[in-house]
């Protein structure tokens, strides 16, 4: 038998003839759609599949995406940067947080601007590397500024366990990880956008499960359909949903079969469940504030909680965006970037005014990237 390449994993998923055969079976069974599909693709990572592989191109008229707040990054509120850079100017400290999140704007700054003045900030590979981090710094205040959907939650409460097992003090944790389903009810729930259907995203499935959209079919009468990002996922993920709304159905199927379950990775559920607990409020970029959307550390785990530690120099007032940038709205779900007045002369990817265009999970980014494929 042959060595297994990593091609070989994703290859069939990026196959054109599989590709073009799905678009035939789509527009095939679009015809018999009764009014257009709108589809929320809610993860940012879909929707760069769909604008690197000019998905949308190959799609009827009749087939639109509303691009959702999927993207941690991205909804992150100033006010929580502004968190994260007083956290590094703290004397004898180290911020430690995942990549995007340098480039990102506070109210009058970026963590990247901070660190070009001398503070000590790192980006890291992988959360664990926060361990290591603290083991060689034992005289340093190490802060883990921890963003992120339900996908990296259980590898910030890894971090939490192996701390606890080797007795680290000098590690802190700064909990931004959010929610899925409250955000998506939070949008349906206002109304304004105009959503019939839902591709969920596969990776947070694996963790919590796809019975976290089981009630969006229910309360809002829109097919969730949990899908991978590979093209050819999504593309199947699209029928998927045509038929149901063809066949008046409206469920939850899973798309991702070959790693996603109903009930999820409960060992991980049961790690989080340990540390953290939903916190009463968190304010979301552009959408408000979205109750139990979001985590804190449990109460016994406070004196690791940097919010609590360090309270009395972070900033307490929400700060809205550039009244030019419009990521909230898109984030909502009811604008498309190149409907930002700055998308791509005052706003780029070196230069961003708002969070949707730094990230590599940012509707902006992949509009400025890949839109003119």
């Known amino acids: 038998m042959s060595e297994l390449e990593l091609d070989d994993l994703y290859s069939g998923f990026r ?52 691009h959702g707040p999927g993207c941690p990054v991205c909804i992150m509120p100033k006010e929580r940067i502004d968190h994260a850079i007083a956290l590094a100017h703290v004397e004898d400290s180290i911020l430690l947080t995942l ?36 083991l060689e710094n034992p005289d340093k205040k190490v802060v883990f500024f921890a963003i992120g959907f339900e996908t990296t939650t259980p590898m910030t409460a890894a971090v939490l366990a192996q701390m606890e097992k080797r007795g680290i003090s000098n590690l802190y944790f700064h909990i931004n990880h959010v929610l899925v389903p409250p955000a998506v009810d939070a949008i349906m729930a206002d109304g304004q956008a105009q959503i019939n259907a ?9 963790i919590s499960g796809a ?78 504030d979205i109750p139990h959307s979001a985590l804190v550390l449990r109460e016994q785990y406070a004196k690791y909680d ?28 009811l604008a498309k970037p190149n409907d930002c007045k700055v998308f791509g002369t005052a706003c780029k990817p070196n230069t961003p005014m708002g969070s949707c265009m730094v990230s590599s999970e940012g509707a902006c980014n992949a509009y400025y990237r890949f839109g003119e494929i």
């Open 15 to 66: 196959n054109p003839d599989t590709i073009k055969a799905l678009a035939w079976a789509i527009n095939d069974e679009a015809k018999k759609l009764d009014k257009p599909l709108k589809i929320m693709e809610v993860c940012g990572g879909h929707t760069h599949t769909i604008m690197k592989y000019g998905l949308k191109q190959l799609l009827p008229s009749t087939i639109d995406f509303i």
């Open 306 to 333: 940097a919010e609590k530690i360090f309270a009395d120099i972070l900033p307490t007032e929400p700060i809205d965006d550039h009244k030019l940038c419009i990521c909230g709205t898109i984030l909502k779900g």
């Open 211 to 288: 019975k976290i959209y089981e009630s969006l079919p229910r309360n809002y009468a829109t097919p969730v359909v949990v899908s991978g990002f590979e093209p050819v996922d999504v593309m199947q993920s699209i029928l998927m949903i045509i038929k149901q709304k063809n066949e008046n159905r409206c469920e939850m199927e899973i798309q991702y079969s070959r790693s996603v379950t109903l009930e999820g990775n409960t060992k991980a559920q049961a790690m989080i469940d340990k540390f953290m607990e939903p916190r009463e409020h968190f304010r979301w970029r552009g959408i408000g």
């Open 99 to 134: 990549g995007d999140m340098i480039r990102v704007p506070g109210s009058k700054s970026s963590l990247a601007v901070e660190r070009a003045k001398g503070y000590d900030i790192r980006a890291l590979y992988s959360p664990l590397d926060a361990i290591k981090i603290a």
């Open 198 to 206: 839902f591709i969920g995203p596969a990776h947070v499935s694996v």
